[in-house]
């Protein structure tokens, strides 16, 4: 008999956060492609609105041009090492952030 694994729904929504190695936050629509190819989703939202609340809760403006987003505002996590391990700690601030927002307890 098999059992029913409960689904985790932080990457189910129709938008996508995604984090760069360099920390660049990004987001796009589900079906998008990643402005560069290697982004790698963290957290899904909603909205591109949610995204943007997000951005600025976590995210700082860095005022050079990004290289591959020359007419954006470019923003990177604040605290991200660069490192693979250190995608679990974003989406875990973002699934907190989500459940806080929602009203849920954490």
């Known amino acids: 008999m098999s ?14 956060i995604h984090i760069c190695k360099d920390g660049t936050f990004t987001w796009r629509r589900r079906g998008q492609p990643v402005f560069n190819g ?3 989703a963290v957290f ?3 909205t591109e609105e949610q995204a943007r609340e997000a951005q600025v809760l976590f995210c700082r ?8 987003l020359p007419s954006q505002p470019w923003y990177t ?5 660069g490192e693979l391990d ?3 700690d974003v989406t875990a601030k973002l699934r907190a ?3 806080r927002r929602e ?4």
């Not at 403006?61 to 591959?68: F, S, V």
């Not at 996590?77 to 090492?81: A, L, P």
Request: avoid cysteine; charged fraction near 30%; aromatic fraction near 14%.
């Open 61 to 68: 403006r860095q005022y050079a041009p990004h290289p591959q």
């Open 86 to 88: 250190a995608l679990e």
């Open 97 to 99: 952030w989500w459940q």
């Open 44 to 46: 899904s939202v909603d």
């Open 103 to 106: 009203g849920r307890p954490s």
């Open 77 to 81: 996590w604040t605290d991200f090492t």
């Open 3 to 16: 059992r029913r694994v409960a689904r985790d729904t932080y990457l189910d929504r129709p938008v996508l």
């Open 38 to 40: 290697r982004a790698l």
